[in-house]
């Protein structure tokens, strides 16, 4: 993500909306700002502007008002010009679909090693824990530490001794053999349910026909692609139309900022696959599964 302005429109003639992902420190000032605002004497400007850092590593969290607690810190990108080798190993390594970094565009330091950085920098900042040291990297680094969401799945398929929430079945390939509580993202939403199929939100948000059914129109206007707009356009979609809704709802339950599609190929949990297909059920019992080639199950 590009260090950019995170803009705020403040309105003293509405109710104050806030999205839910937003940190609670921002929250505060935005809250503290729009109470003045409905001070008649007061006549503040009618935005709040906050400078964020967000790693632009996919499925990455950190952000810059980390960085004091968590001791992150965030690393420009190589300049493609004069790197351009070096440059492309940071773009693919963020794995996201269609990116071009901005000038504001940066890694945190948890996606690099200890030998990546420059050794008297980490030497000093160790000596000097309560001085800001700036740690610089060497000249060649490129982020190298695996990504949480890399799962090794080798030797799985036709077990089922991997799974760890209890609800996940027997898959035909390695790569759909994938417990939900093998992803960090997965159970912070599960809590205390285990797995995240037995969570109140899961059977709204990714079940409920009706809430598919909104999606269903967002896709419609968002496609360009005339033969998905025709399957999705039919007054009685079948339930593989039904099927893909509630996996992309489910992505976008899981992680508000994932783009789905190529380029980002995404295995949803088995347990997951599992409690769709039994929702929304083919006839002959026959489903494609995940291909190298797919966007999502079927």
Same mark, same amino acid.
């Given at each position: 993500m590009d260090d950019q302005p995170l803009i705020v429109i403040l309105n003293k003639s509405v109710p104050l909306r806030l999205n839910s992902y937003l940190p609670a420190e921002l929250v505060a000032i935005i809250v503290a700002e729009w109470s003045l605002l409905r001070t008649p004497d007061h006549q503040?400007? *009618?935005a709040v502007i906050v /400078?964020?850092?967000?790693?632009?590593?996919?499925?990455?969290?950190?952000? #810059?008002?980390? %960085?004091?607690?968590?001791?992150? *810190?965030f690393h420009v990108f190589p300049c493609r010009?004069? #790197?351009?080798?070096?440059?492309? #190993?940071?773009?693919?390594?963020?794995?996201?679909?269609?990116?071009?970094p901005g000038n504001?565009?940066?890694?945190?330091?948890?996606?690099?090693?200890?030998?990546?950085?420059?050794q008297s920098d980490l030497l000093r900042q160790q000596l000097m824990p309560n001085i800001k040291v700036k740690v610089k990297l060497n000249a060649n680094a490129v982020p190298t530490v695996p990504q949480n969401f890399e799962i090794n799945v080798d030797n799985r398929s036709g077990k089922l001794n991997w799974c760890k929430c209890g609800q996940c079945v027997v898959m035909t390939t390695n790569q759909e053999s994938v417990?939900? %509580?093998e992803?960090? /993202?997965v159970k912070q939403v599960s809590g205390i349910v285990g797995c995240v199929t037995n969570n109140v939100l899961f059977n709204k948000l990714v079940l409920d026909k009706d809430v598919l059914?909104? #999606?269903? *129109? /967002?896709?419609?206007? /968002?496609s360009k692609n005339k033969q998905k707009k025709k399957v999705l356009c039919k007054s009685e979609p079948q339930n593989k139309v039904w099927r893909y809704l509630a996996y992309k709802q489910f992505i976008s339950w899981i992680n508000a900022w994932t783009t789905i599609g190529k380029g980002n190929r995404i295995v949803i949990p088995s347990c997951v696959i599992y409690k769709i297909r039994q929702t929304y059920p083919e006839e002959n019992d026959v489903y494609v599964g995940f291909r190298p080639n797919d966007k999502l199950p079927t």
């Amino acid at each position: 993500m590009d260090d950019q302005p995170l803009i705020v429109i403040l309105n003293k003639s509405v109710p104050l909306r806030l999205n839910s992902y937003l940190p609670a420190e921002l929250v505060a000032i935005i809250v503290a700002e729009w109470s003045l605002l409905r001070t008649p004497d007061h006549q503040p400007p *009618h935005a709040v502007i906050v /400078k964020m850092t967000l790693c632009s590593v996919f499925n990455c969290n950190e952000r #810059s008002e980390n %960085q004091s607690s968590s001791g992150v *810190h965030f690393h420009v990108f190589p300049c493609r010009s004069k #790197s351009p080798t070096r440059f492309r #190993s940071w773009v693919n390594y963020c794995k996201r679909k269609n990116f071009n970094p901005g000038n504001g565009a940066r890694i945190c330091s948890k996606h690099f090693k200890s030998e990546d950085y420059n050794q008297s920098d980490l030497l000093r900042q160790q000596l000097m824990p309560n001085i800001k040291v700036k740690v610089k990297l060497n000249a060649n680094a490129v982020p190298t530490v695996p990504q949480n969401f890399e799962i090794n799945v080798d030797n799985r398929s036709g077990k089922l001794n991997w799974c760890k929430c209890g609800q996940c079945v027997v898959m035909t390939t390695n790569q759909e053999s994938v417990c939900c %509580q093998e992803s960090e /993202k997965v159970k912070q939403v599960s809590g205390i349910v285990g797995c995240v199929t037995n969570n109140v939100l899961f059977n709204k948000l990714v079940l409920d026909k009706d809430v598919l059914n909104i #999606s269903r *129109h /967002k896709t419609i206007l /968002k496609s360009k692609n005339k033969q998905k707009k025709k399957v999705l356009c039919k007054s009685e979609p079948q339930n593989k139309v039904w099927r893909y809704l509630a996996y992309k709802q489910f992505i976008s339950w899981i992680n508000a900022w994932t783009t789905i599609g190529k380029g980002n190929r995404i295995v949803i949990p088995s347990c997951v696959i599992y409690k769709i297909r039994q929702t929304y059920p083919e006839e002959n019992d026959v489903y494609v599964g995940f291909r190298p080639n797919d966007k999502l199950p079927t």
